[in-house]
């Protein structure tokens, strides 16, 4: 199992809709996670921490199930705004580096 | 407060040519990491600085080598480019030892895009 799998995308969907992104790591020992979104041609921007079973900010959702090894992101009221690459990130166990996912690409349109 | 920034932008090589990167980290940051990002991939970790010195290390070769001066920024070169070797280069900057990375958010420059011709 790669270290960050994530959907591969690209995920089409209309202004309003409900959309949620699966990501998976394989190092157990794993503690919290981040969601990161990245614009096009753009630096990553961080979305989202998730240390216990999720997180909610506004019409963002993530969630951990640790016997999974899996974390989800979900968007609700999908904005024109919310195109983007997001990425799960995932700390290396006792530095403060990333291992990121290849990203899943969402796409909002009218 | 000014954030990470990055020179150059863009940049325009050849193979077997050696080029040097650099990253001023945001106010404050002390630790600056470097990553490769290829088209469509996530970005992977090259290394990191703390306190002048590399802290750890990704799975790249020698030819990527570092610096981080006094004053916290940092440089990266790579040696004998190769074709692989374009991407987009990003330098992120965080506060802090390392021991807590759910604490020590990475905030990240706008990249140096390298193209190796």
């Known amino acids: 199992r790669k270290e960050v799998e994530q959907d591969p995308g690209p995920f089409n969907v209309p202004e309003g809709a409900t959309v949620a992104f699966n990501c998976t790591y394989s190092?157990?020992?794993?503690?919290?996670f981040f969601w990161y979104r990245q614009d096009c041609r753009k630096e990553p921007k961080l979305l989202m921490s998730?240390?216990?079973s999720g997180n909610e900010d506004g019409r963002f959702t993530a969630q951990l199930n640790r016997a999974s090894q899996y974390i989800s992101l979900l968007i609700r009221d999908s904005k024109l705004s919310d195109s983007a690459t997001y990425l799960c990130?995932?700390?290396?166990?006792?530095?403060?580096?990333?291992?990121f996912g290849k990203g899943t690409m969402l796409l909002v349109s009218p | 407060d000014a954030g990470v920034t990055q020179s150059p932008t863009h940049l325009i090589k050849t193979r077997g040519q050696q080029v040097t990167l650099r990253c001023s980290p945001k106010?404050?940051?002390?630790?600056v990491s470097w990553y490769q990002q290829a088209l469509g991939q996530g970005p992977q970790f090259i290394f990191q600085?703390?306190?002048?010195?590399?802290?750890q290390r990704g799975n790249f070769p020698d030819r990527f080598s570092g610096h981080q001066f006094p004053n916290y920024s940092s440089e990266l070169n790579v040696n004998a480019l190769l074709l692989g070797d374009s991407a987009l280069y990003l330098c992120?900057?965080?506060?802090?030892?390392?021991?807590?990375?759910?604490?020590?958010?990475?905030?990240f420059g706008p990249g140096t895009r390298l193209l190796v011709l």
């Open positions: 992120a900057s965080s506060r802090g030892q390392g021991v807590n990375p759910y604490q020590e958010t990475q905030y």
């Open positions: 190092n157990s020992a794993s503690q919290s």
């Open positions: 998730v240390y216990s």
């Open positions: 990130v995932v700390p290396v166990s006792g530095y403060s580096t990333l291992t």
């Open positions: 106010s404050g940051h002390d630790t």
């Open positions: 600085y703390y306190e002048e010195e590399e802290r």
